[in-house]
């Protein structure tokens, strides 16, 4: 059962986790059953005409093109990003723009949309009745915005002792390339199970 983030009530609030100390991540808990929900996005982002399966992904820095370290923009949202003023959905839109802006470098996505899928898992160390979910967004990016992302990973790939300067969120990701299943072999922690998820629901 994929529990429900959206509804009034729940608490809000962030945690250190033991993979990652210097940083806190957010979250939402029920008030009574206890449950909580470490909260994530995933972006698939394409261009025109629309097809489903011609989406981009990034390469995990250090990784060799042709191993399994493909994936699209995603990530977890984190403590500084949550907060109660705003709706849970407004918190996830900016987060999924974060990680787009910081993975694959493009700064404009348009029609942007939270597609309703929600693909929703246990980490190995989570207490119980703990999860995180990836709420999958859509949107389309111009040719401009392709040439500028495609041009900074140009770029990174020139010069290697100032990208390692950047900072650490923006040094994760050190290629880009349309989704091809030959090609672009997917991370296999969670990014074939999202992008199984996604497609199915595109048809």
Partial sequence: MVLNVFQKGLIRGSERLAFDPEKRYAYVEHPVEGWR??????????SSPFHPQHFLVVKKTGSRYTTAAWEPP????EGKEINDRSSILTMLTKNVLREIEEESHITKVTQLKHTGLVFQSQELNYPVNHYFQYHIFQGNVSLEQQQQSFHTFEWIKKHPKSFARWKRDRREKDAIDWFDPKKTHLNPRWSPDIVALYLTHQR
């Fill in 74 to 77: 995603k990530g977890q949202m």
């Fill in 37 to 46: 929900v470490y909260l994530r996005s995933c972006a698939f982002l394409h």
